[in-house]
């Protein structure tokens, strides 16, 4: 079945509806994040993405959006959707990445019954079902070549036939499509026909990565853990380790990655949210301690390992500090100062760093 349906909303859940809206709202004040439609972001790069949809919202024509994984190409797609006149009537979106080659056309087109192995009865597809609304096609540069003729047609004169089928059938879809490739590459390596790339591409759009999106990573990360504590009640927040890590791993999974990491760490933390740099997590392995011994695993970041040797030394000494101060060749206020700077570390920033 399509993943939009319209059908009338029971009381109850348009409470909750309202309660998830409101708790989006509050996150989003919290983090001082721009948004626009299902996106979020204040980066000059998102600003004109967002300019780019404001005017071909507003027509029909046909978009291609571009991007890496992650970067949340349906919820452009969505954007476009509930900022056109289209926005009362149906959003179906298709990964046809992840649908067989031999049920593809089917699947979009319909069936008729008995026009192959089990096909016990006939089916409306995934453009009838959409039918003054609008498709989205994610991952569009998977499907074969052969089956790309018939959505060639379907986008030109807007009608088609079903699998099995006589009768021509009309709909009216506005169809916007997605790819994690270069189209042009797409066309040379992995089949795209020239002629559909450009039908599709009628306004190219480009998501982009979150590596170029200026001060996006830590608001949006913000946002996220924002939304969690309105919806848990809790008030945690990131510590100065993590806000670190926000800034400078380039988060190659883009907004997925991010907000499955705010998540994760939302999980594990008590208080302050920690986020392990992903590079430096294996590497970051705890000291190991064998009676007066402790090893370091190799590729530990220096001011990590200098931590573990301070608490390891300390934890030795019973807690002594002076006698841990003396094996470590420092003054007592110096070794005050960095236990001090862990503790902060530890309890993330105070309310007026949020």
């Known amino acids: 079945m399509p993943e939009s349906t319209d059908v009338e909303t029971p009381a109850a859940a348009r409470d909750d509806d309202a309660a998830a809206r409101f708790a989006k709202n509050l996150a989003r004040d919290a983090a001082g994040l721009e948004s626009y439609g299902m996106l979020y972001g204040s980066s000059p790069s998102m600003l004109e993405l967002y300019e780019q949809i404001e005017r071909v919202a507003s027509t029909d024509a046909t978009v291609l959006v571009v991007g890496e994984s992650g970067t949340g190409k349906e919820l452009v797609a969505r954007t476009i959707h509930d900022r056109s006149s289209r926005k009362n009537s149906p959003f179906v979106a298709v990964n046809c990445g992840a649908i067989p080659d031999s049920l593809i056309e089917a699947e979009l087109f319909g069936h008729e019954r008995g026009s192959f192995t089990g096909a016990v009865q006939g089916r409306a597809g995934y453009f009838e079902h959409a039918n003054g609304g609008t498709l989205f096609l994610d991952e569009v540069t998977e499907m074969m070549p052969v089956r790309q003729v018939k959505l060639l047609r379907a986008l030109e004169t807007g009608t088609f036939y079903r699998v099995g089928g006589t009768e021509l059938q009309r709909t009216d879809v506005r169809v916007i499509a997605a790819t994690n490739r270069d189209p042009l590459v797409a066309v040379k390596e992995n089949g795209l ?141 110096t070794l005050y100062n960095r236990l001090g700077a862990y503790e902060d570390e530890d309890d993330g920033p105070s309310s007026s760093d949020t």
């Open 193 to 333: 026909r020239e002629d559909l790339m450009y039908r599709l591409a009628v306004f190219p759009l480009r998501a982009p990565p979150l590596r170029e999106r200026e001060g996006d990573r830590e608001l949006l990360a913000q946002h996220f853990l924002a939304e969690l504590n309105a919806q848990e009640g809790t008030n945690k927040a990131f510590s100065k380790r993590a806000k670190e890590t926000l800034r400078t791993y380039s988060w190659p999974g883009n907004v997925r990655e991010l907000k499955n990491s705010v998540y994760r760490a939302f999980i594990l933390a008590e208080k302050a949210v920690e986020i392990e740099h992903p590079r430096l997590a294996a590497r970051s392995k705890k000291a190991v301690t064998q009676g007066d011994a402790m090893s370091i695993w190799v590729g530990t970041p220096l001011a990590e390992a200098q931590r573990q040797i301070i608490l390891g030394t300390l934890k030795h000494c019973g807690g002594d500090k002076r006698r841990a101060a003396k094996a470590l060749g420092v003054s007592l206020k």
